[in-house]
Every structure is written in structure tokens, then in C-alpha cells.
């Protein structure tokens, strides 16, 4: 089973950028859909960016479309997520996610990160 590890987070102004990074063990990373999601201060997890096993494949929820840009580098076991234009919103705990398919539901991922804290002040 893969087992994932995000970095990147941290505190930025609104109108700043942070880039998220999920390392990933394992041979067969890239046989495997990524996805990230986001959890507020007392909301539920929610969709942000999935990608397929190459990076010919993305989709993204709708209030991050053009802002962010989720990619991964097989060769480096790696996936990353671009946030630019951030917003006091987008505030939260990031969450790396794997599964055998791409999706936009939890129950789609069955293999979760630890998270890692972005925090976006106005």
C-alpha cells in the first residue's frame, strides 16, 4: 500500500501562492489516481484537484478552477498542488489521497497523507 506525506503548507497573505508537495512510497505510484482535499476549521473534507496517472488527465472543484493546478512526477513519486491567488477561504488542512481510479468523493481514495496546514490571512 502506498503511504503519502504532504510538506508545503504555511501562512500566506491573501494574494499569495503556496505550492504543496506529496511524497508517496512505493513501486507503483504510478498506477495510481491522486487527489487532494481540504478541510476547514469545523467543515468537512472536501474536493479540490484529482489527476489522473499521467498528467493528461485533471479536474478540479469549482471555486479553484484557474487559481490552482494539480501535477505529479512519477520519476519522483511526487504530486504537487499550485495555489495562486489565495483566499482567506481556502484556509485549511490539505490532504493527499491515492486510489485506483480518479474521483471527487471521499470514498474514491483509500489511502490517505497526514495533511499539512495552509493558512491564508486577508
Known amino acids: 500500500q502506498v503511504q503519502l506525506v504532504e510538506s508545503g503548507g504555511g501562512l500566506v497573505q491573501a494574494g499569495g501562492s503556496l505550492r504543496l508537495s506529496c511524497a508517496a512510497s512505493?513501486?507503483?505510484?504510478?498506477?495510481?489516481?491522486m487527489g487532494w482535499f481540504r478541510q476547514a476549521p469545523g467543515k468537512e473534507r472536501e474536493f479540490v484537484a484529482t489527476?489522473?496517472?499521467?498528467?493528461?488527465?485533471?479536474l478540479y472543484a469549482d471555486s479553484v478552477k484557474g487559481r490552482f493546478t494539480i501535477s505529479r512526477d512519477n520519476s519522483q513519486n511526487t504530486v504537487y498542488l499550485q495555489m495562486n491567488s489565495l483566499k482567506p477561504e481556502n484556509t485549511g488542512v490539505y490532504y493527499c489521497a491515492s486510489s485506483a481510479r480518479v474521483g471527487v468523493e471521499l470514498h474514491d481514495y483509500n489511502c490517505w497523507g497526514q495533511g499539512t496546514q495552509g493558512t491564508v490571512s486577508s
Open positions: 512505493g513501486r507503483t505510484f504510478g498506477r495510481y489516481g
Open positions: 489527476i489522473g496517472w499521467s498528467n493528461a488527465y485533471t
